[in-house]
């Protein structure tokens, strides 16, 4: 086995895909180098999510295929939110593993590979207590154009469905300095498009003295010269304030879309949830967004069938999204995460209740999507370019975060361009270079 490679397989969100930027880059720097089979690895990592059962699984599963690798000179290693949550139980059930590190440790990344290096059969990174980000200026992305910069890690929230707060800790922000130094960088080696992450951006706080909220951050990084595009993800409705809006009035780099999370329709829902705002009070928000001067595309997240959600309780989610007719929106089946209050409430919804709402809620949102995307055809959109397709049509990105894949010219991966917009799909459009 040669000595110092490394695989890293990713599963789950956006920030996990960003800390395995990190990851790799801090082995890179170490000397590791990187390579495309775990069979080719002397390492082989696995950053995991444990948002649903099934991506759990998946991992324990991946780990078995290679139970008979124990003993060879192969060294395992579970990170992320599954490591955090099961912890030394890893070991248990997959005896061949000699890393569990959560996300909180990875700043100890380093001390934990000379560990190994050095024959540690067992090192582990599982302390929650932790005021620091994982910063390192060696990620390395895996995008030429589009880069994430992680602003706030953790959460403080306790939404009753949510294993975040338990496997992702209390949040830490990073210094307004660090983010818009990070920004400079990106934008000095030819990145014109960034996206700021965090489980909860809204409650990003600067902890320098300079003490910025969210929004006046968020001015600032599109203020960075050579940024074309800048958006954020996750917001919480409860934080989610007026001067974000104000700031994309301002400021034309950042996209015409906001990705606000509302889960549920029904405030009985929401109030089990403990997701600290009224149907009410998240209208508001979306009030503030169709009132900007641009028209602002609004996507959201939505749970069918947590514990309790009557009928009435569904028909008000289809309801919302008749009112504010979401450009897009990931539904999920309520699915019971171990570590969640959510886990101990009575009156399951039945799996195929679960499943027949999930597929009128896919069909009502299709239905809102077409209508939405039709109502684009003949107009002229500015794409960034991110590749092409099987048919042979370039795929471009609209500032509000529509896929526009068309013909016609010869752009350069990254390039931005005015599209013509010819044709509709729910999930796509289609045109010509103009
Ligand atoms: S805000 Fe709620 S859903 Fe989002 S990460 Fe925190 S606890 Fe989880």
Partial sequence: MPAKTFYLETFGCQMNAHDSEKVSGTLLEKGYTRVETPEEAGLVLYNTCSIRDKAEQK???????????????????????????????????????????GSASYTRLP????ELEAGSRRVTGLSLETEETFDTPFARRDNPHRAYITIIEGCDKSCSYCVVPFTRG????????????????????GYTDLQLLGQNVNSYRDPSPAGWDFATLLARVAETPGIRRVRFTTSHPRDFVKAIVEAIDDHPVLCDH??????????RVLERMQRLYTRSEYMCRIEWMKNARRSLAITTDIIVGFPGETGEDFEQTLALLDEVEYDSLFSFKYSPRPNTAAMAMADPVPEEEKTARLATLV????????????????????????????????????????????????????????????????????????
């Avoid at 001390?111 to 000379?114: A, G, I, N, S, W």
Wanted: aromatic share 4%; glycine share 10%.
């Fill in 111 to 114: 001390e934990m590979l000379v």
């Fill in 363 to 434: 069909e009502k949102q299709r239905a809102i999507q077409m209508r939405k995307n039709s109502a684009l055809v003949g107009s002229v959109q500015e794409v960034m370019v991110e590749g092409r397709n099987q048919a042979g049509q370039w795929i471009g990105r609209t500032s509000q975060n529509r896929v526009l894949n068309f013909m016609g010219g010869s752009p350069a991966m990254g390039a931005y361009l005015p599209v013509r917009v010819m044709r509709a799909g729910p999930n796509s459009l289609a045109g010509e270079a103009t």
């Fill in 170 to 189: 209390p949040e830490r922000s990073r210094s307004s300095a660090s983010v818009l130094e990070e920004a400079a960088r990106l934008a000095a080696s």
């Fill in 59 to 101: 991992v324990y599963h991946r780990l078995q295929q290679f139970r008979r690798e124990a003993g060879r000179g192969k060294i395992f290693g579970v990170l992320g939110c599954v490591a955090q949550q099961e912890g030394e139980k890893i070991f248990e059930r997959a005896p061949h593993v000699s890393l569990v590190a």
């Fill in 258 to 267: 906001v990705h606000l999370p509302v889960q549920s329709g029904s405030d």
